[in-house]
């Protein structure tokens, strides 16, 4: 058992559902104090972590927040997300804003943070996702923004290194208290699970295991690291298209 991380300070964006607050009660329960920052109050509160109201797009807020932390010791970019939305059926302006969300916001709290982290020799662990990796139609600017978001954590882990370490969990599909609006219902989150590897979708203690991973002194070496978090991706979609090395009605 790594207890690295037992009476330090971890402030995770996003953190009161979801996967945030996955993130935040794995932290709580290795004895961390827990600061989850968000918009709103959680509706459903977290043993043992505190909230503190926070807009991550007011820079200014932000970096007061931060000012106001007496140590910090590991920063949690979470918070993002993106409703479904083809790049034609919206204005720029509007796709902008995916981007602020899930990309500037993040740099914001991490250099908002930088100079606790620096005397603490801390770490920034971004969430990141597949979508980044992959076309991503119907959330484009979400996954350009974490495509960029995945790029800024190692070029600041070269920068910041060796007092800060940055790393990046790249997370697939999650099952969380919305999933049935994206999946539509029970069934639909039973045949997306059957396209994932491991058979099911993360539950959000997974992401928060990993996120405590790459915080603790078990990770001291891993900086610019990106760490997949999906199952075991997807299947690519040419094997099931493609007819070599399928059974025929004689061989059957």
Known sequence: ????????????????????????????????????????PPE??????????????????????FAGLPRLDALVNNAGGTPYRLLADADAERHARVIELNLVAPLTASLAAHAH???????????????????????????????????????????????VRVNTLVVGMVRTELSHLHYGGEDGIEAVARTVPLGRLAAPADIGAAALYLA??????????????????????????????????KEE
């Open 1 to 40: 058992m790594d207890n690295s991380l037992r009476g330090r300070t971890v402030v995770v964006t996003g953190g009161t559902r979801g996967v945030g607050a996955g993130v935040a009660r794995a932290f709580a329960e290795a004895g961390a104090r827990v600061v989850a920052c968000a918009r709103r």
């Open 117 to 163: 982290l620096r005397r603490t020799r801390g770490s920034v662990v971004m969430v990141g996702s597949v979508s980044g990796g992959r076309p991503s139609p119907g959330s484009a600017a979400y996954g350009a923004a974490k495509a960029g978001l995945e790029n800024l954590a190692r070029s600041m882990a070269v920068e910041w290194a060796p007092e």
């Open 44 to 65: 459903v509160p977290v043993e043992g972590v505190e909230f503190a109201p926070l807009d991550l797009r007011d820079p200014p807020a932000v970096r007061a927040f």
């Open 216 to 249: 603790s002194d078990a990770a001291a070496y891993i900086t610019g690291a990106s760490l997949h978090v999906h199952g075991g991706g997807e299947r690519p979609a040419f094997l099931d298209a493609a007819t070599a090395n399928k059974p025929t009605d």
